[in-house]
């Protein structure tokens, strides 16, 4: 887990969720616009915040292409380290997984994901 704290991979997912910060203000600010009957700064204001979304998306996916890529460097072909990766990227990740794994052959694929801890009391 300790390419989570590189200071590449922290910068996307912030940059990200900055976009993502600003463009739910914009939206916001569009229903208000469209509510007084500006539909034209409504218009502007959710055409920036579109814009918005897809910058956060594309730094959400370079974050998550950064991640893996650490991640699985040095691993085999049969195991697929997903740590830092959000849930509907690790799944899109471990579905070409599979299919790589079964176009070479292999019988099994091993998903690291974390581990589990129980106290015992």
Request: negative net charge; contains cysteine; proline residues 2%.
């Amino acid at each position: 887990m300790a390419h989570a704290q590189d200071p590449a991979y922290v910068k996307l997912r912030k940059e990200a969720e900055e976009s993502g910060d600003e463009m739910g203000r914009l939206f916001g600010e569009s229903k208000a616009a469209y509510e007084r009957g500006d539909g034209a700064e409504a218009k502007r204001l959710s055409d920036e915040a579109k814009k918005l979304r897809e910058k956060r998306e594309r730094l959400n996916m370079r974050a998550a292409d950064w991640i893996y890529e650490a991640n699985n460097r040095e691993r085999g072909p049969d195991e697929v380290d997903l740590h830092g990766l959000r849930a509907e990227e690790a799944i899109e990740r471990t579905d070409r997984a599979v299919i790589a794994a079964r176009q070479r052959g292999l019988s099994e694929l091993r998903l690291i994901v974390g581990e589990c801890r129980f106290l015992l009391e």
